[in-house]
C-alpha cells in the first residue's frame, strides 16, 4: 500500500495558462475525491467519483475546471484559463467502503 | 446551510498536559464525524473516526461524541510538542460521501 500520490506537487503558472493535476488512489479504493484548501480554512470540496463516475460536482465550482477519472483508477484535474484566485492546495482523497478519506500531499498551486 | 464549528486557536497547552479540542455540527443527519491532523503546509491526516455516542480511545486519543447536542471532542493526553498542528473536524451526512469541514483548531503544545 503506498498511499495517495499526486503530481506534481508544486505549480507555478501564470494567469490564462491551463494547468492539470495527477491523483493515484490507493489501488483499492474505488472512491475517489478532489478538495481546494487555502490558508486558514478547511478543505472545500470540488468533485467526486466513484468508479469512473462522477457522481457530484460542487455547485460553486466554475466551469473552467474539469475533472476525469477513466477507467477508475487515476485521475486529472484540470483547471483553464487561471486566475489569481485559484491559487491554493489541491488536495486528492480516496475511499473504499468506509467513509473515511485517505488525503495524499497535495499539489500547491500559485498563480502569478 | 450545513455547518461545522470549530475555535480557531490558538489553543496553548503545557507538554504532559490534556488537550481539548471541540466541534459542533448543525445538521443532526450527520452519521460519521472524523478528526484529522494537518502539519503546516502538509495535507490532512486522518487520525480518529467515530460513529456512535460515548468516548472512543486510540492510544493518547479520545474522540467523544454527543448527537443530542451535536458536539464531538477529540482529547490528547500526555500532549507531547509533535502533537502541535490544526486539527480538523469533519461530518458526514450519510446521504453520500461528502465531508463537511470545520476551519480548524490551531493546537501548540509548549515545552
Known amino acids: 500500500d503506498t498511499g495517495v500520490s499526486q503530481d506534481p506537487r508544486h505549480k507555478i503558472t501564470k494567469r490564462g495558462q491551463n494547468v492539470t493535476f495527477r491523483c493515484d488512489p490507493i489501488s483499492e479504493h474505488n472512491r475517489l475525491y478532489w478538495y481546494r484548501q487555502t490558508l486558514g480554512q478547511g478543505p472545500e470540496f470540488l468533485t467526486y467519483?466513484?468508479?469512473?463516475?462522477?457522481?457530484?460536482k460542487s455547485r460553486l465550482l466554475s466551469d473552467r475546471f474539469s475533472a476525469e477519472r477513466p477507467k477508475g483508477s487515476f485521475s486529472t484535474l484540470e483547471i483553464q484559463r487561471t486566475e489569481q484566485g485559484d491559487s491554493a492546495m489541491y488536495l486528492c482523497?480516496?475511499?473504499?467502503?468506509?467513509?473515511?478519506?485517505?488525503f495524499g500531499p497535495g499539489t500547491r498551486l500559485t498563480v502569478l | 446551510q450545513k455547518e461545522v464549528e470549530q475555535n480557531s486557536g490558538p489553543l496553548s497547552v503545557p507538554e504532559g498536559a490534556i488537550a481539548s479540542l471541540n466541534c459542533t455540527y448543525s445538521?443532526?443527519?450527520?452519521?460519521?464525524f472524523f478528526w484529522y491532523r494537518q502539519y503546516s503546509g502538509k495535507s490532512p491526516e486522518l487520525i480518529m473516526s467515530i460513529y456512535s455516542n460515548g468516548d472512543k480511545e486510540d492510544g493518547r486519543f479520545t474522540a467523544q461524541l454527543n448527537k443530542a447536542s451535536q458536539y464531538v471532542s477529540l482529547l490528547i493526553r500526555d500532549s507531547q510538542p509533535s502533537d502541535s498542528a490544526t486539527y480538523l473536524c469533519a461530518v458526514n451526512l450519510g446521504s453520500n460521501y461528502q465531508l463537511i469541514w470545520g476551519a480548524g483548531t490551531k493546537l501548540i503544545i509548549k515545552p
Open positions: 445538521d443532526r443527519g450527520s452519521q460519521s
Open positions: 467519483f466513484q468508479n469512473e463516475a462522477q457522481l457530484e
Open positions: 482523497a480516496s475511499s473504499f467502503i468506509a467513509v473515511e478519506q485517505f
